[in-house]
Nanobody, 122 residues
Framework: QVQLVESGGGLVQPGGSLRLSCAAS????????IGWYRQAPGKEREGISC???????TYYADSMKGRFTISRDAKNTVLLQMNSLKPEDTAVYYC????????????????WGQGTQVTVSS
């Protein structure tokens, strides 16, 4: 029932910025934690930043703190502003939605986006 449409990935130089957008549609979105995950070649998928619909429900992985900012608007579009990008940030980034409140980024989600490639290279 929930659809997630991603945009914003691309190629950026080290130190640069990108903004990823996840447009969510469907019923009862206020009950979903929505966030961003990434998977680099040869590595496990990791939750990087997730946000609930209520106050004080944001989560950032330690390596992203101070560089990434997640936000969620009234239409449940979830943005991830990524600054000071590093080559190790290169990965496929996925938007995902999980029904119900969770701490951090849920490892399993009810819905996933298509994935968008972020490449940080000079």
């Amino acid at each position: 029932q929930v659809q997630l449409v991603e945009s914003g990935g691309g190629l950026v130089q080290p130190g640069g910025s990108l903004r990823l957008s996840c447009a969510a549609s469907g019923p009862s979105l206020e009950y979903y934690v929505i966030g961003w995950y990434r998977q680099a070649p040869g590595k496990e998928r990791e939750g990087i930043s997730c946000i609930g619909s209520g106050a004080g429900t944001t989560y950032y992985a330690d390596s992203m703190k101070g560089r990434f900012t997640i936000s969620r608007d009234a239409k449940n579009t979830v943005l991830l502003q990524m600054n000071s990008l590093k080559p190790e940030d290169t990965a496929v980034y996925y938007c995902a939605a999980h029904f119900g409140q969770r701490m951090g980024c849920p490892p399993n989600n009810d819905y996933w986006g298509q994935g968008t490639q972020v490449t940080v290279s000079s």
